[in-house]
C-alpha cells in the first residue's frame, strides 16, 4: 500500500493550514469525549503527562493526531504564493527540508524539477488531484490521521479519500515487492522502514521528488501523552546529494472523531487555484 501515489485536496490550503500551529481542537463529534485524558488540576489536558503504553510496555502511539507547525510562512495566505517566491530558498518555506541550513541537498536534475513545479504553483501537485497520499509527506498535511496500535502491526488511518498505511512490527522483513513498511523497536523508538516508493509522489509542497530506488526511515517517539515525534531521513543519491533527516511533529487531537473527507467525488478546487 506504500505504493500510494500522493495526497489531493485544495492546494494552497495545503500551505494555510502546515503554516498555522496547530491546537486541540473541538470541531467534530463535540458530544464525544475522548476517554483516559489526564488532567490538570484546573481540569485541563495534561499534554504532558506520561507516555501511555500497551500491555507489552511498549510506548502506546494510539490516538488522533496532526501536524503541529513553525514555517516561516504568513497565518493568512490569500493567493497561494506569500511562501513561494523566485529564488530557491523561498521555496523552502513550504518544502519538507525548510529548517534545514541551505534547504533541501537537491541533485541539479531535482533542483530544476522544484523550479518547475512551483512555477505553475500546486496545479501539478497530485495532493490537489485527489491522490493517494504518500510517506512521509501524509505526516505533514492539513488531516488528522488516527493511529491504532496492536501487537504486531500499527495501522494508520487518514481522513483523506479514507486512506490507510499498515506498518508491520512482528520482525518480518521488507518484500521483494515492497508495499507495506516494517518496524522494530529499539528501545521506545519504533523505527519504521520504507522502500518501493514510486517515483512519481511529491514529498512536500514544493514539489520535492523522490526516487524509486529511495529507501525511508521514519523513528517514531511518543514523548508524553499529547505529542508524537517523527524523524524521517530520506537516502535516495539519485535525488539528493546526501542523506537528511527532518523533524515533524504532531500534537493529540481530542474530543474529536474521524469523518469521511473525499476529495475525488466532484473535485472543484484545481479550477480556482491561483497560479504564478
Known amino acids: 500500500m506504500l505504493r500510494m501515489k500522493t495526497p489531493g485536496t485544495l492546494g494552497f490550503l495545503v500551505v494555510i493550514a502546515v503554516s498555522m500551529n496547530v491546537t486541540v481542537p473541538s470541531a467534530q ?5 475522548t476517554a483516559g485524558v489526564p488532567r490538570l488540576g484546573n481540569g485541563q489536558p495534561n499534554l504532558q503527562a506520561p507516555t501511555p503504553r500497551s500491555a507489552d510496555g511498549r510506548p502506546d502511539f494510539s490516538g488522533i493526531w496532526m501536524m503541529v507547525s513553525d514555517r516561516p510562512c504568513p497565518d493568512l ?9 523566485k529564488d530557491l530558498p523561498s521555496l523552502q518555506a513550504v518544502s519538507i527540508g525548510y529548517r534545514l541550513p541551505g534547504g533541501l541537498p537537491y541533485q541539479p536534475w531535482a533542483e530544476a524539477l522544484v523550479r518547475q513545479r512551483t512555477a505553475d504553483f500546486s496545479k501539478d501537485d497530485p495532493h490537489v488531484r485527489c491522490l493517494p497520499s504518500n510517506p512521509p509527506r501524509i505526516w505533514t498535511l492539513p488531516h488528522r490521521q488516527k493511529v491504532i496500535q496492536t501487537r504486531g502491526l500499527l495501522v494508520v488511518l487518514s481522513e483523506f479519500n479514507a486512506s490507510y498505511r499498515q506498518i ?9 515487492d515492497p508495499t507495506p513498511s516494517t518496524a522494530r523497536w529499539q528501545s521506545d523508538i519504533l523505527v519504521v522502514d520504507t522502500i518501493g516508493l514510486r517515483g512519481d509522489v511529491w514529498l512536500d509542497s514544493s514539489g520535492s521528488p523522490i526516487s524509486e530506488g529511495a529507501r525511508l526511515t521514519e523513528r517514531i517517539r511518543r514523548p508524553d501523552y499529547g505529542h508524537l515525534e517523527i524523524e524521517l531521513t530520506v537516502d535516495d543519491p539519485k535525488t539528493y546529494t546526501r542523506p537528511w533527516t527532518v523533524t515533524v511533529n504532531e500534537v493529540v487531537q481530542l474530543n474529536i ?8 467525488e466532484n473535485e472543484k478546487s484545481l479550477q480556482h487555484i491561483v497560479g504564478r
Not at 463529534?29 to 469525549?33: H, P, Y
Not at 520482525?171 to 521483494?176: D, E, I, M, S
Not at 472523531?257 to 475525488?264: N, T
Open 29 to 33: 463529534w463535540i458530544t464525544i469525549k
Open 77 to 85: 495566505i490569500r493567493d497561494g504564493r506569500d511562501c513561494i517566491e
Open 168 to 176: 508491520f512490527t512482528d520482525g518480518r522483513a521488507l518484500p521483494v
Open 257 to 264: 472523531e474521524m469523518i469521511d473527507e473525499v476529495c475525488l
